[in-house]
């Protein structure tokens, strides 16, 4: 079976913690504010849609919010962000550590 999806996942977030930390903040995407709103707007399509496995709800905030898409992806893919669930589950921890302090 090999490793799965979570643990990957985890391994892919610790990795980029521990060579990342210290410049964590500065590379975030966005504004922290930003940073913000993306996580609210997944939390509540999510719900109410749950994950399709792609970046769908990421992308769409992008267009919405005239956020470059790239960027935020490039970000997303080093977290281990590669659907709309995972860019919340990593993306808001990679946040709280890169920002120090919890949601
Ligand atoms: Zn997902």
Redesign the pocket.
């Known amino acids: 079976m090999g490793i799965s999806h979570k643990q990957y996942r985890k391994a892919a977030l610790a990795a980029w913690k521990s060579k990342e930390f210290s410049a964590a903040k500065s590379n975030l995407p966005l504004s922290t504010t930003l940073m913000k709103t993306l996580f609210y707007t997944l939390d509540e399509k999510l719900t109410e849609q749950g994950?399709d496995?792609t970046l769908k709800i990421v992308k769409g905030w992008c267009v919405e919010t005239e956020v470059n898409f790239t960027d935020l992806n490039t970000w997303l893919e080093a977290i281990g962000g590669h659907?709309?669930?995972?860019a919340l589950d990593n993306g808001e921890e990679a946040f709280s550590a890169a920002i120090g302090q919890q949601m």
């Not at 659907?83 to 995972?86: K, L, N």
């Open positions: 994950c496995h659907c709309d669930c995972e």
